[in-house]
């Protein structure tokens, strides 16, 4: 068994009476990919701001890595090497592609570019990497405010790699895309996850997406841990039915 790259233990956090997660305990081992589900206002997107750190936990413990990152800084926690993606507020809209990605890769290793220096060279070579990776190659001199939804939900994934995450979270990676920016997107997700060896956490609603790409599927619902299991269980489970059917378990 790999060891665990996150483990989380009875996490709570309340928005005034609301428990948005209630004893959330989960695990990760390093190297997987897993999905989490659940109705709207489950818990998802919380669950996400708190092991990111831009919102505090009530209590409960988040380790990371074999360290400790409850309640630290988002800054620190993207530096430990948790980055999530798929946030728009990454993108500057009047960059290029090119640049966007670079001056991410310039924030992570700390200082501006120098053309001359070796710091540079790699830089420069990380980020022509990150670019044809992410298929962005093409639409490097593009501004981002002009892409299409599909190249921002890359140029998103691209800006989260230039972080050298260990762990990846994608909030609804392919929330608003076509059948095809779907499977483009999600084959890049899992070669990410299978030539890269990076983990990965995934949010979605279209139950296609989540049954062909997770090896494990943990379910939210009202903020606790319904079922965690393999697809195959999960598809089974009867509580899984209940609550997609709209009703509420025991
Ligand atoms: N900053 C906040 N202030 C107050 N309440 C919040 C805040 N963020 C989330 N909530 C509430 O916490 C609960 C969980 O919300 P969350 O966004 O985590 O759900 P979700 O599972 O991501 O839902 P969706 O599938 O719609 O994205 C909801 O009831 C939501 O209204
Ligand atoms: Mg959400």
Known sequence: MSPNILEV?????RFGGLWATRDLSFILEEGEQSAIIGPNGAGKSTFFNLLSGYHPVDSGKIIFNGRDITNQLPHHIARAGISRAFQVSNIFSKLT????????????????????????????????????????????KIPAGELSQGDKKKLELALALAGKPKLLLLDEPTAGMSLEE???????????NQEFHLSILFTEHDMNV??????????????????????EEVRRNEKVQRIYLGERPE
Do not use: W
């Open 182 to 192: 779907t499977r483009e997107t999600m084959s890049l997700v899992d070669r990410l």
């Open 210 to 231: 989540v049954f062909s790409h997770a090896y494990r599927i943990t379910l939210l619902h009202r903020g606790e841990v319904i079922v965690t299991g393999r697809p």
């Open 9 to 13: 233990c009875g996490l709570n956090k």
């Open 97 to 140: 592609v090119l640049e966007n990605i670079r001056s991410a890769v310039q924030s992570r290793m700390g200082r501006t570019f120098d053309l001359f220096s070796k710091a540079d060279r790699i830089g420069r070579e990380e980020t022509e990497r990150i670019l044809s990776l992410c298929l962005l190659t093409s639409k490097r």
